[in-house]
Nanobody, 123 residues
Framework: QVQLVESGGGLVQAGGSLRLSCATS????????MGWFRQAPGKEREFRAA????????RYADSVKGRFTISRDNAKNTVYLQMNSLKPEDTAVYYC????????????????WGQGTQVTVSS
């Protein structure tokens, strides 16, 4: 069974940085396309970034391009989201997700989800 566990969230001031990690178990990470999503209170879950099983290509939501970087280390079964120049509107619970690599980089059809990690950006 595939398990995803996020970490690295916390409270940061606007303009600061955080690095989220997503540790996977129960599978071989290289079999999956990985993504990061967020969900703010009262809002729908939103796509942030995705990465191909091999590490390239990647895809980002327009609002995070140039600020966030998704990466992966298949040997460590871990995916990362480096978040720089954080804004108060980035505040949300951030989720890691996995889908079989045959599904490609696009779409929201992820098979597995983590429990989320809270990111709070103060102004």
């Amino acid at each position: 069974q595939v398990q995803l566990v996020e970490s690295g969230g916390g409270l940061v001031q606007a303009g600061g940085s955080l690095r989220l990690s997503c540790a996977t178990s129960g599978t071989t990470l290289s079999s999956y396309t990985m993504g990061w999503f967020r969900q703010a209170p009262g809002k729908e879950r939103e796509f942030r970034a995705a990465i191909n099983w091999s590490g390239s290509p990647t895809r980002y939501a327009d609002s995070v391009k140039g600020r966030f970087t998704i990466s992966r280390d298949n040997a460590k079964n871990t995916v990362y989201l480096q978040m720089n120049s954080l804004k108060p509107e980035d505040t949300a619970v951030y989720y890691c997700a996995a889908k079989r690599k045959t599904k490609g980089l696009w779409g929201m059809d992820y098979d597995y989800w983590g429990q989320g990690t809270q990111v709070t950006v103060s102004s």
